[in-house]
T-cell receptor, first 113, second 115 residues
Framework: TQLLEQSPQFLSIQEGENLTVYCNSSSVFSSLQWYRQEPGEGPVLLVTVVTGGEVKKLKRLTFQFGDARKDSSLHITAAQPGDTGLYLC?????????????FGQGTILTVHP | DTAVSQTPKYLVTQMGNDKSIKCEQN?????MYWYKQDSKKFLKIMFS???????INETVPNRFSPKSPDKAHLNLHINSLELGDSAVYFCASSQFTGRGNEKLFFGSGTQLSVL
């Protein structure tokens, strides 16, 4: 069973601060995705990374895939209250056409005004 | 024009009852999923269907039976509900690309409470 460890589990910060969320595994993933989930809603995809060492930016969010494709990070610059939510990383194993998506346990981010 | 819609949004029922959750997607996707999110927000796959065929079946009690009448619909029937079945159940869909980078579109969830 492939496991994804996310840290921290909870993050409470003030508006304007920077933060990083980590997603680590001992397994190699063919791709890794980050989702954001708001209360009462389903997760919404933010980004997909597929190449080791890949860095993608989405406005104030920067996503990185580790060189060995076992880990990833999400960095938010100058966090805003609208960034509040549950952030989930999810990895897909290679080798099968319908690779199962394994989710990390999530990071609950609260940004205070 | 919701992309992935599931009903009901809330389901409160007694232990031992049988209930169903319905899901429909209008995105033209060929793959649909059921995920279970527990009270700690951990999201775990239960089933996946591609073009009405079951392709992923995790270790789920056989009280849970998915049914896909066509590729736009995936329903979940649960027999003999137990307290531990209480969770939020999410339906999702994606289009198979063969590149392992499929984007999942989730419904807004069904919160099941078993009393």
């Amino acid at each position: 069973t492939q496991l994804l460890e996310q840290s921290p589990q909870f993050l409470s910060i003030q508006e304007g601060e920077n933060l990083t969320v980590y997603c680590n595994s001992s397994s190699v993933f063919s791709s890794l995705q980050w989702y954001r989930q708001e209360p009462g809603e389903g997760p919404v995809l933010l980004v997909t990374v597929v190449t080791g060492g890949e860095v993608k930016k989405l406005k104030r969010l920067t996503f990185q895939f580790g060189d060995a494709r076992k880990d990833s990070s999400l960095h938010i610059t100058a966090a805003q209250p609208g960034d509040t939510g549950l952030y989930l990383c999810a990895g897909r194993a290679g080798g099968t056409s319908y690779g199962k998506l394994t989710f990390g346990q999530g990071t609950i981010l609260t940004v205070h005004p | 024009d919701t992309a992935v819609s599931q009903t009901p949004k809330y389901l409160v029922t007694q232990m031992g009852n049988d209930k169903s959750i319905k899901c429909e997607q209008n995105l033209g996707h060929d793959t649909m999923y059921w995920y279970k999110q527990d009270s700690k927000k951990f999201l775990k796959i239960m089933f996946s269907y591609n073009n009405k065929e079951l392709i992923i079946n995790e270790t789920v009690p056989n009280r849970f039976s998915p049914k896909s009448p066509d590729k736009a619909h995936l329903n979940l029937h649960i027999n003999s509900l137990e307290l531990g079945d209480s969770a939020v159940y999410f339906c999702a869909s994606s289009q198979f690309t063969g590149r392992g980078n499929e984007k999942l579109f989730f419904g807004s969830g069904t919160q099941l409470s078993v009393l």
